[in-house]
């Protein structure tokens, strides 16, 4: 009988070692198999949000462009609440205080006269030119983009050099990302509109947002 018993006991605790590999392999399984389901699932609900807020964003976009009359007045006003609103601007272009912002990509269907001829394809500036308004401030207007190396008897066009009204889009000046090199103002090497530096460049005042003109006279492209 004793030993019965202990037969008993020994095969029971040897059933109970063989199952539990089991379930460990089980658990290991449900956790190979279920992280993955989960952070997909996770990274699917994300870009639905993601989608939403971008669709929102242009909606409130386009509804600003539609709002009332152009803006004529921006002072005391802050940025904020007229970006993508209309503006109508008159003024004086500057001369030889324009920023170029680079690197860009030009627009998706590019002129071949606007292709560089070094090989570097479509990859150029935003050009941004100083136009002081009647009360001494400096507005900068993103005319479009140029290519880095202009073919041969390429030319940028001229600016007026009389008094214009220009209409365009307000934007607020860009934040830079992480990997964006810092500006270097001394050596005119600009990664992005930071107007304060820009402005303290030149000797120059105005307000921190740029205008995107929509006056085709001043589109480079």
Do not use: H
């Not at 109970?16 to 089991?22: D, I, R, S, T, V």
């Not at 802050?78 to 680079?102: C, H, Q, W």
């Not at 050099?161 to 607020?172: A, F, H, I, L, P």
């Amino acid at each position: 009988m004793l030993r019965r018993q202990i037969l008993t006991r020994s095969l029971s605790m040897g059933t109970a070692m063989a199952e539990q590999p089991k379930r460990r392999s089980n658990t290991s399984t449900i956790l190979v198999m279920g992280i993955p389901g989960l952070l997909c699932f996770g990274l699917g609900v994300w870009q639905i949000y993601r989608y939403g807020d971008k669709v929102e964003k242009i909606e409130k976009r386009k509804a600003k462009l539609l709002e009332g009359e152009p803006v004529r007045e921006f002072n005391g006003v802050d940025p904020a609440t007229i970006e993508y609103r209309i503006i109508s601007l008159k003024g004086t272009f500057l001369r030889n205080m324009d920023v170029r912002i680079s690197p860009r990509t030009g627009p998706k269907e590019i002129p071949d006269y606007l292709t560089s001829s070094g090989g570097m394809g479509s990859v150029g500036s935003f050009l941004l030119s100083p136009l002081q308004l009647e009360d001494g401030q400096v507005v900068y207007i993103n005319r479009g983009w140029i290519p880095r190396t202009p073919r041969k008897n390429q030319t940028i066009n001229a600016l007026p050099s009389n008094e214009v009204t220009v209409k365009g889009v307000v934007r607020m000046e860009k934040k830079p990302k992480m990997m964006v090199p810092g500006n270097v103002p001394e050596n005119d090497q600009w990664f992005w509109a930071d107007l304060p530096a820009m402005y303290q460049r030149y000797e120059l005042d105005g307000p921190l947002f740029i205008v995107d003109v929509r006056t085709q006279r001043y589109v480079l492209i």
